[in-house]
């Protein structure tokens, strides 16, 4: 539109001219003949549409489709083994709302979702602010610092559990050598159980927050901390004040991709604790893989998953419109 | 320059949806789809086909021995055996996904005992097959051979009432026995897993264990039968310093507490199906409560269990064990010290309260109704699950399902005594052990059960608020699943 103006204004008299004579002379062939007009404005209208048909097939295909079965699927009893389902309007979404279990494993999932991600953010940030300028030693080390992001959830889960273990653990016998308390029940007792749960995701999952924030930080325009520093600005000022404002959409991007995956966390409970002890990192991923995957009661599943594709599409612009609140108006 | 925020939104929007549509996954079924059963190559004349397919468990039902038979099975057939084996979640999603679909890519699923409530309507009945005389040329059935419970709890279902178990588990199975009560065969159980203690023979072979023990209680240090004596002999060998301890539990939340407590539970005179075939509620009971006090006051007043106990599964007892960290433990397996241990294992039956009823899990082949080749895939079930098949198999660790294999393997000489020794107490630990209710989400009802378990174990409930919780929590799940539970 900027550009369009900018050439209006630079290319007036006889090119203007020249332009306008057309323009009008179709106008008027239009008034005289409606209905040709018409099926040309239908056809510049529907290219957009048929250029766009590809990905929205694709985008129907792969979220709408599966997003429209699971509501059909909600609404529905019956199991996998049973076809004979019928409908029972809003009846599995009563069950789950009801069910005091449920309730818990979604502040517990919250809970998590909100420390995981927060930790990640700020030791993401710490990491990526030192390793943002490139140099040949800090690309060795952003290669090093992704290697956990490279590990596959179930294998990390599965050594961490190894690990932690207080009889024959490498964690153990190491805290023992410092003369810290050896024999730490880990996985026994909630508060140590959430410490090593999060920890682990905090391990896997804050190169990726370093990656996001140090792709930000390389490709932030150098002009206003040189504008800064002719201002007296200090380093903590310029990180504050210009630095950290700029990195903002980053920020909303880092923590909108974590807070998805942090939400479909599964792997590190399933192995390591299970839920438990007792019930107290029972998140909600739990409790639809055995109502789904393991008793197969499909309406009840779907039910469950719909809630949290409600709460996570409500969740999403809300975390951008806080974390990019500082971003430049016109961008948001 | 920075991205535009508000393209960001509009790509993130969608994303969300597709980050709760991957949890949504986990909620898609399968719709079923024609049914291709037709004949099915029922015959007992169907032309030989090229190939049968069969679904097996990796590690829970001991896919290597199985394995092991093809070549014999080409050898007697003359054609092959083809063998998908997955580990244990994967497995059960990929057999409720192939009936779901009507799918006949495979002849023989596995199947273990918790799915069996769920999947009775899609199994093939054997009853006509085990009668047919031209169906049991390549090998008889002979289902009066399994070992009685074992079958019964495993293989015979009331399809139109699944929760119902076989009202004489004790009897030799006849298919007239069990249609004539309005049950059917649908399956031949080939593995049977039980909870059976090991313990370290060295340990209790030790003069000097045997002097320190009787001086310290009074009494000669025996391989305990009852849980008294289990108590004793734990608090005897737990040395802490040492990194010794009596025993293991396996009181993380997973099956494997819930199976602890069963056994407990029959121990102490209660149903150790945990729920009646009427869905009544039946491990809330004052015998549950005090099986449950005996759990809590092994780990937390007597302290006789390694650290981390209260989150360990039978992987982790296992590991506990073999690592020469407790002088006994209870698991559903052959136990082998690591190399560094010096010393022997002997098996012997978990003791006994006022009653005994180790938990007991088992698996069998069943055919597929919508096989194309049932008859071949029905002779092939009857060859692998034989007497003969079975010996062989357990060189390679396979836990037979029949009373002849058993007496074949324990007293003859072609096994070691380690080996005849676990054998035996398997066989004895089958014929009296206890298996699970049957419901169609036995799953999530065991899980509740677990929680309960643990939080008692771990001290931070009381066994009588646990159960009660676990209770509610039961009857809740039941009715969520269709149920009717009695009394509420």
């Known amino acids: 539109m900027t550009r369009g103006m900018t050439m209006t204004s630079t290319q007036r008299g006889g090119v203007a001219v020249r332009d306008l004579e057309p323009r009008a002379a179709a106008t008027a062939a239009a008034r005289r003949a409606p209905g040709r007009a018409r099926r040309r404005r239908v056809s510049g209208g529907a290219t957009p549409w048929v250029l766009m048909s590809p990905a929205l097939a694709v985008l129907l295909l792969m979220t709408v489709a599966p997003a429209a079965y699971l509501i059909w699927a909600s609404l529905r009893s019956g199991t996998l083994l049973n076809p004979a389902s019928s409908f029972v309007g809003l009846h599995n979404y009563r069950e789950v709302l009801t069910d005091p279990n449920v309730l818990h494993s979604l502040l517990i999932t919250a809970a998590f979702v909100v420390v995981a991600v927060s930790v990640e953010l700020v030791l993401g940030l710490l990491i990526a602010v030192p390793l943002a300028s490139q140099s040949r030693s800090n690309n060795l080390a952003a290669t090093l610092m992704l290697l956990p992001f490279a590990v596959t959830p179930a294998v990390s889960a599965m050594i961490f559990k190894e690990l932690l273990n207080p009889n024959y653990g490498w964690v153990d016998h190491y805290m023992g050598v410092l003369g810290l308390p050896s024999q730490v029940e880990w996985l026994s007792n909630p508060g140590t159980a959430w410490v090593a749960l999060v920890g682990l995701d905090v391990w896997q999952w804050t190169p990726f927050v370093a990656l996001i924030l140090m792709a930000g930080l390389q490709s932030l325009p150098h002009e206003p901390l040189e504008a800064a520093a002719i201002d007296g600005a200090s380093t903590w000022q310029s990180f504050r004040h210009v630095t950290l404002p700029m990195l903002a959409p980053f920020l909303a991007i880092a923590v909108t991709l974590r807070t998805i995956q942090a939400v479909k966390t599964f792997d590190a409970f399933k192995i390591r604790t299970g839920g438990g002890p007792g019930d107290s990192t029972e998140i909600i991923n739990l409790g639809v893989y055995r109502i789904a995957l393991q008793s197969f009661r499909i309406g009840a599943a779907s039910a469950l998953a719909m809630v949290l594709l409600i709460l996570l599409s409500l969740l999403v612009p809300v975390l951008l419109r806080a974390v990019g609140r500082n971003a430049n108006p016109e961008e948001i | 320059m920075a991205p535009h925020l508000g393209s960001l939104r509009r790509l993130v929007k969608p994303l969300g949806g597709l980050g709760a549509a991957a949890l949504v996954m986990t909620a898609v079924a399968c719709t079923p789809g024609t049914d291709e059963s037709g004949s099915g190559g029922v015959g007992e004349a169907a032309a030989k086909p090229v190939r049968l397919r069969m679904l097996y468990a990796t590690a829970e039902a001991d896919a290597t021995a199985v394995q092991s038979l093809k070549p014999a099975f080409k050898q007697r057939f003359g054609f092959d055996l083809e063998i998908d084996t997955q580990p244990y979640d994967a497995l059960q999603q990929k057999v409720f996904s192939e009936f779901a679909s009507n799918s006949s890519y495979y002849d023989i699923v596995i199947v273990d005992t918790p799915w069996a409530p769920a999947l009775a309507s899609q199994l093939e009945p054997l009853s006509t097959y085990v009668d047919n005389a031209a169906l049991n040329d390549v090998a008889k059935a002979d289902i009066a051979d399994f070992v009685p419970k074992v079958f019964y709890d495993t293989a015979v279902y009331d399809a139109k009432h699944p929760a119902k178990h076989f009202p004489d588990s004790s009897a030799a199975p006849q298919t007239s026995a069990i249609t004539g009560k309005g049950f059917e065969i649908y399956g031949l159980p080939i593995q049977a897993n039980a909870l059976v203690m090991a313990y370290r023979k060295d340990m209790f072979g030790n003069a000097g264990e045997k002097a320190g023990y009787q001086q310290a209680t009074g009494k000669p240090l025996t391989v305990p039968k009852t849980w008294d004596d289990f108590t004793s002999v734990a608090q005897y060998f737990t040395r802490p310093e040492k990194k010794l301890y009596g025993t293991t539990v396996m009181a993380g939340v997973g099956d494997w507490a819930t199976d602890d407590f069963k056994s407990l539970l029959a121990g102490w005179g209660g149903d150790g199906h945990l729920i009646g075939d009427d869905q009544s509620i039946t491990f809330d009971s004052p015998e549950g409560v005090a099986a449950l006090q005996y759990y809590q006051d092994l780990i937390n007043k007597h302290k006789v269990v390694p650290p981390g106990s209260t989150s360990a599964s039978w992987d982790e007892a296992a590991s506990l064990f073999d690592s020469g960290t407790t002088a006994m433990t209870a698991n559903y397996h052959t136990l082998k ?42 002779r092939a079930m009857t060859w ?34 380690a080996t005849r020794n676990f054998y035996q107490v398997l066989g004895e630990s089958l014929a009296v052990g206890v298996g699970r209710a049957r419901l169609t989400n036995y799953t999530e009802v065991s899980n509740a059960i677990a929680k ?37």
């Open chain 2, 337 to 378: 010290l690591d190399s560094k241990v010096k010393g022997e294992i002997g098996y012997a039956p978990v003791p006994t309260g006022k009653a005994q009823g180790p938990h007991f899990g088992t698996w069998m082949l069943s055919l597929n109704k919508n096989s194309k080749n049932k008859a071949w895939a029905y």
């Open chain 2, 452 to 488: 309960a378990v643990n939080k008692a174990a771990s001290g931070r409930t009381s066994p009588k608020q646990a159960l009660d919780e676990a209770a509610a929590e039961v009857t809740r799940l039941l009715k969520d699943a269709g149920y009717k539970v009695p009394g509420s």
């Open chain 2, 384 to 417: 692998l699950t034989a007497a003969e098949q079975q010996v062989a198999m357990t060189k390679l660790q396979l836990h037979p399902t029949r009373t002849s294999v058993y007496q074949r393997i324990t007293t003859g000489s072609a096994s070691d005594p």
